[in-house]
């Protein structure tokens, strides 16, 4: 599904996800990533939901993002609370969804001028 969101110049925006994949300002993404506003990062290092680990989760603090939405692949599917552990510690927000409710949602409030992470968990 394509997206069409109007944005401001310089803010990483989804603008179309699918089966396995996600497209971030025109360019196609096929492996796990995590996209802020502002940054975009293609080497995290969390292959799967199924593998998921706390130190990946851990990762994402240093973001300093208001929310993290963590897109947990095709299906919503909730981590184990140990894996979120390092948010809750962190006094991050977090919302657990699928990838393509993870996408919306990061564009709505990417949008807002909210300090939103996006970790898309995809392959």
Not at 7 to 30: C, F, L
Not at 56 to 65: C, D, F, H, R
Request: glycine share 8%; hydrophobic share 45%; charged share 20%.
């Amino acid at each position: 599904m394509k997206l069409h969101l109007a944005t401001a110049a310089g803010q990483n925006a989804i603008t179309a996800y699918g089966d396995g994949y996600v497209t971030i300002n025109q360019t196609r993404h096929e492996k796990s990533v995590v996209v802020t506003p502002h940054r975009l990062y293609t080497e995290w290092n969390a292959c799967g939901f199924d593998t998921l680990t706390p130190e990946q989760i851990a990762q994402l603090v240093p973001l300093e993002s208001e929310i993290v939405l963590l897109g947990t692949g095709d299906k919503l599917r909730f981590p184990r609370p140990e894996i979120l552990r390092p948010l809750m510690e962190a006094r991050i927000g977090f919302e657990v969804m699928d990838v393509r409710a993870a996408c919306r949602t990061y564009n709505i409030l990417m949008a807002e001028g909210r300090k939103v992470a996006a970790a898309l968990l995809l392959g």
